[in-house]
Nanobody, 123 residues
Framework: QVQLVESGGGLAQAGGSLRLSCAAS????????MGWYRQAPEKQRELVAV???????NYADSLKGRFTISRDNAKNAVYLQMNSLKPEDTSVYYC?????????????????WGQGTQVTVSS
């Protein structure tokens, strides 16, 4: 089972910055896509930024220029640098990874979510 652990959320003022981290752990696995989503109260979960299987990045159009996703393949980790934060960025941010788990048992696809980390931006 591939697990994701997030860190780095918290409280920021409008215009400030936060950096989120997410690390994947398991026995043996390969990752195809990995990235970030967010969900505000009473809203649908939405894409923030992800690395695709080919290694390129997809961003929500509204966040381009303010948010930057990066990764460390050796650590199976992704990061989200959030700059010029706005109150409307307040959400629970979730890490997601999809790939193949070669651990106990036959190889199987996985689609794992982290527990979520709260980001609150005050005006």
């Amino acid at each position: 089972q591939v697990q994701l652990v997030e860190s780095g959320g918290g409280l920021a003022q409008a215009g400030g910055s936060l950096r989120l981290s997410c690390a994947a752990s398991g026995i043996i696995f390969s990752i195809n896509t990995m990235g970030w989503y967010r969900q505000a109260p009473e809203k649908q979960r939405e894409l923030v930024a992800v690395f695709t299987k080919g290694g390129s990045t997809n961003y929500a159009d509204s966040l381009k220029g303010r948010f930057t996703i990066s990764r460390d393949n050796a650590k199976n980790a992704v990061y989200l640098q959030m700059n010029s934060l706005k109150p409307e960025d307040t959400s629970v941010y979730y890490c997601n990874a999809q790939g193949t788990d070669y651990g106990l048992g036959p190889a199987r696809r996985f689609d794992s979510w982290g527990q979520g980390t709260q980001v609150t931006v005050s005006s």
